[in-house]
């Protein structure tokens, strides 16, 4: 399955299959699979992949959403792409999601500590400004019931 976008006067396609992003060259009259590199953001202390249209730099997993979202606006920077499995290089649809600051500030904290003085694994979560604290003896429990309150709390579905 492609899905097909027109982005600044650019036209892209997805093919489904190989999550591979393709623009159509207007001089060589032909579709070009988009060449990326990753791209050092100091502020986000991490890499992040960009890609330019008609001058302007996107970030790619925004370009990527636009493309299968349509009313989604590149533009308004208060919607924020988070990648929900917290690799910023992964830009599969299914792994991107429109959050605002806060809740996307949330999902940046580390959360799970070991605490050698109570011999446990500590999960700090905060709801609705209430910080709350829970021990567990085993790391993958922690992870699991982290998990489930990030996705029960932080996470909104997509609106398509």
Known sequence: MLKYSVIENS???ICSNTE?????DK????WKRVNLTPVWKKKHNCFRLQINIDRREFE?????????????????K??????????PLDN???NLNIVNFLENSQNRKKRIFWKPDLNRYIFNYTIDGKKKT???????IAKLFGNYIIRKYYYHPRSK
Do not use: C, S, W
């Open 92 to 94: 599969k649809i299914k």
């Open 60 to 76: 790619y997993a925004r370009v990527i959403y636009k493309i299968h979202n349509p009313n989604f606006d590149l533009y308004d």
């Open 134 to 140: 829970r021990r567990f003896k085993n790391f993958y």
């Open 27 to 30: 001089n060589l009259k032909r």
């Open 11 to 13: 036209e892209f396609f």
């Open 20 to 24: 591979d992003l393709y623009r159509f």
């Open 78 to 87: 208060t919607q924020i792409i988070d990648h929900m499995n917290g690799n």
